[in-house]
């Protein structure tokens, strides 16, 4: 019962956290309080809003502890704010599957690619030549690149488009250096998880896009657990 009362007192504060601008430091040490991989499933159901945090996150193998959460979102906080001086590019804070901090970047499809097309153009390469940077200077932190398609079309047309978009930019920020083992999840999410209404074409335009997400390898989790984590 006493477990049961702790932890029902930390998913309160993580539905408060989810409706304010708490940094990922904060919510990090709040989530390490309530146990950390033991709620991470829920938390990342949470925090961030959009349903996706169980999407991510590395094998952690132990709980997580106050001070690993608090050293991993102060982490986050650094490589969100490098993220957001890369052009063109939309951040924002998400949680993982371990109820980590984490980091989710969006490029439009307007921005990367041609209608239709996977071809990356000149400022998409520009773009991410910059974002590159941020993966090479955070190397511990894992990455996931989803592609995603608006309505138009069928399922036989975008499954294929979003996942090539997605290796479109896979393969473009490996050329700019970034290391083949940082890149744990290459997938198209094809038209299933709109953030816009497709009626519209405003709406099918934010719907065409590549996510990439950051989050805490498990290399970084052991170095935040034994508090060596810089």
């Known amino acids: ?3 049961l009362k702790i932890n029902a007192a930390v998913l309160s504060g993580l539905l408060l956290l989810s409706g304010c601008n708490a940094n990922n430091t904060t ?3 709040l989530i390490g309080a309530g146990g950390g991989a033991a709620i ?8 961030g809003g959009n349903g996706k945090g169980t999407a991510i996150g590395a094998v952690a193998g132990t709980a997580i502890g106050t001070t690993a959460g608090i050293l991993i979102g102060k982490k986050m906080d650094k490589a969100k704010a490098a993220a957001e001086a890369v052009k063109n590019a939309q951040v924002e804070s998400v949680t993982d599957a371990n109820g980590l901090s984490a980091v989710k970047v969006t490029f439009d499809s307007g921005i990367l690619f041609a209608t239709n097309k996977s071809d990356l153009n000149a400022a998409a390469k520009t773009s991410l030549s910059d974002f590159a940077k941020v993966l090479k200077t955070y190397s511990d932190a894992d990455v ?7 309505n138009t079309g069928s399922d ?3 499954n294929p488009l979003s996942e ?4 479109s930019v896979e393969n473009y920020l490996r050329s700019c250096g970034v290391a083949t083992n940082q890149i744990a999840i290459v997938e198209g999410k094809g038209s299933t998880e709109p953030i816009a209404d497709n009626s519209t074409a405003a ?15 498990k ?6 657990n034994a508090g060596t984590l810089q």
């Open 156 to 158: 036989a047309i975008n």
């Open 164 to 167: 090539k978009r997605a290796q």
């Open 40 to 47: 991470g499933a829920l938390a990342g159901r949470l925090i």
């Open 1 to 3: 019962m006493k477990n």
């Open 27 to 29: 919510k990090g040490g």
């Open 144 to 150: 996931a690149i989803y592609g995603h398609t608006d």
């Open 219 to 224: 290399a970084m989790i052991d170095a935040a």
């Open 203 to 217: 709406g099918r335009t934010q719907n065409r896009r590549v996510e990439v997400y950051l989050y805490a390898s």
